[in-house]
């Protein structure tokens, strides 16, 4: 067999098609100095052929390590990866052929687009026509026509995520993997991207995972989400699941629930929690009566006006639409109200909220 026939079978990804991907408490520990820290610990989600999975979490939370197992860049201290019915951790990044785009692009600087977009088909030893065929197809679909024979440096920051995009998805890999992919571009840019992935997914009909820090990209993009915190997963469940109804207290904070209420329970209906102070909100856990809770609010689901919580104004920022407007309560806490009124410094006001909005977790 001639020796360029053999590479490229040896480098052939696994399998276009697939059912699931399953990660099975998935760990992977570092050496900090002479203690082993666990950037990840125990991640278990299976991922369907089709699906976007947004994996959301604060800086340092292990996003990327996990991106990187999958990819093979990184070994596993514990658990294992299966495609179908096939252990995959063991392999090489180069067997397992994922495409995978990073925040900083990582294009060859010194090769044309095409050239950039082809690369990983030619050291595959894909016959020249098709390498052609299939860079066509990926420029296609990322609308990068007409700038083939451009240089990376000759285009902008959006034109090299896309060619970064090209290059992932020209092997037709069964899963893309994207790392904080837009958070190099400006603001404009990235709502579009943001759209432009989305329908690029779709057309490739595999599985997308795609790590971000950014609430609103991970909201707006995936079909389920996976919040991790601390190397662990808090909470996995579509987009509407994770934004109304929180698992934990850390889960809703990160996700806009800005405002904390510390209260007692004094009566509990089913989901209906009555708290000191004569407030009522949704129970989000288990509590009874005497137990000490935590409350959270979004500023966007607290208006001014008659309600049972008042305060002083103590800040106003006006933002076009709506203001985001700081009361300040006799007890010291400071609330967010996003709202469509003007309110003054100094000023006295009431502050309402419907009762289902006050998410309840017990404290501690
Ligand atoms: P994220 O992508 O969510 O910001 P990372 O997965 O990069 O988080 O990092 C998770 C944790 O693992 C962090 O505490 C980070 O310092 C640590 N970490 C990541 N990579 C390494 C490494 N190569 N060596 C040591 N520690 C690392
Ligand atoms: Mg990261």
């Given at each position: 067999?001639?020796r360029k026939r053999r590479r490229s079978q040896?480098?052939?990804?696994?399998?276009?098609?697939?059912?699931?991907?399953?990660?099975?408490?998935?760990?992977?520990?570092?050496?900090?100095?002479?203690?082993?820290?666990?950037?990840?610990?125990?991640?278990?989600?299976?991922?369907?052929?089709?699906?976007?999975?947004?994996?959301?979490?604060?800086?340092?939370?292990?996003?990327?390590?996990?991106?990187?197992?999958?990819?093979?860049?990184?070994?596993?201290?514990?658990?294992?990866?299966?495609?179908?019915?096939?252990?995959?951790?063991?392999?090489?990044?180069?067997?397992?052929?994922?495409?995978?785009?990073?925040?900083?692009?990582?294009?060859?600087?010194?090769?044309?687009?095409?050239?950039?977009?082809?690369?990983?088909?030619?050291?595959?030893?894909?016959?020249?026509?098709?390498?052609?065929?299939?860079?066509?197809?990926?420029?296609?679909?990322?609308?990068?026509?007409?700038?083939?024979?451009?240089?990376?440096?000759?285009?902008?920051?959006?034109?090299?995520?896309?060619?970064?995009?090209?290059?992932?998805?020209?092997?037709?890999?069964?899963?893309?993997?994207?790392?904080?992919?837009?958070?190099?571009?400006?603001?404009?840019?990235?709502?579009?991207?943001?759209?432009?992935?989305?329908?690029?997914?779709?057309?490739?009909?595999?599985?997308?995972?795609?790590?971000?820090?950014?609430?609103?990209?991970?909201?707006?993009?995936?079909?389920?989400i996976v919040v991790m915190k601390d190397g662990?997963?808090?909470?996995?469940?579509?987009?509407?699941?994770?934004?109304?109804?929180?698992?934990?207290?850390?889960?809703?904070?990160?996700?806009?629930?800005?405002?904390?209420?510390?209260?007692?329970?004094?009566?509990?209906?089913?989901?209906?929690?009555?708290?000191?102070?004569?407030?009522?909100?949704?129970?989000?856990?288990?509590?009874?009566?005497?137990?000490?809770?935590?409350?959270?609010?979004?500023?966007?689901?607290?208006?001014?006006?008659?309600?049972?919580?008042?305060?002083?104004?103590?800040?106003?920022e006006y933002g076009g639409r709506d203001s985001?407007?700081?009361?300040?309560?006799?007890?010291?806490?400071?609330?967010?109200?996003?709202?469509?009124?003007?309110?003054?410094?100094?000023?006295?006001?009431?502050?309402?909220?419907?009762?289902?909005?006050?998410?309840?977790?017990?404290?501690?």
């Open positions: 067999m001639p040896s480098c052939r990804n696994l399998k276009h098609d697939f059912t699931e991907l399953r990660l099975d408490a998935v760990t992977r520990h570092f050496a900090h100095g002479a203690r082993e820290v666990a950037a990840l610990d125990g991640l278990t989600v299976t991922i369907r052929r089709g699906e976007f999975i947004a994996l959301l979490g604060p800086s340092g939370c292990g996003k990327s390590t996990a991106l990187n197992c999958i990819a093979g860049l990184l070994s596993l201290s514990a658990g294992s990866i299966w495609l179908d019915e096939l252990r995959i951790d063991p392999l090489p990044p180069e067997k397992r052929g994922f495409g995978m785009v990073f925040q900083n692009y990582a294009l060859f600087p010194h090769m044309s687009v095409r050239q950039n977009v082809g690369f990983g088909l030619r050291m595959r030893g894909v016959p020249r026509a098709e390498i052609e065929k299939r860079v066509a197809r990926a420029l296609e679909l990322v609308q990068l026509r007409g700038h083939e024979e451009k240089l990376p440096g000759q285009l902008s920051g959006g034109q090299q995520q896309r060619v970064a995009i090209a290059r992932a998805i020209v092997v037709e890999p069964p899963l893309v993997l994207m790392d904080e992919p837009l958070s190099n571009l400006d603001a404009r840019l990235r709502l579009e991207m943001r759209a432009e992935i989305r329908r690029i997914h779709r057309s490739l009909g595999r599985a997308t995972i795609y790590v971000t820090h950014d609430q609103e990209e991970a909201l707006s993009m995936a079909d389920r662990r997963v808090r909470q996995i469940g579509a987009p509407a699941a994770i934004y109304s109804e929180p698992a934990d207290l850390d889960v809703a904070r990160f996700m806009g629930y800005r405002n904390e209420l510390a209260a007692t329970v004094e009566h509990v209906a089913g989901a209906e929690v009555m708290l000191s102070g004569g407030l009522h909100g949704r129970a989000m856990g288990a509590l009874t009566p005497g137990m000490h809770a935590r409350a959270a609010i979004r500023p966007e689901d607290l208006a001014l006006g008659t309600g049972p919580l008042a305060g002083r104004v103590e800040n106003v985001l407007v700081d009361v300040l309560l006799a007890d010291g806490t400071r609330l967010h109200v996003r709202s469509a009124q003007s309110a003054h410094l100094g000023e006295h006001v009431g502050v309402a909220f419907a009762p289902h909005r006050l998410l309840v977790y017990p404290a501690g």
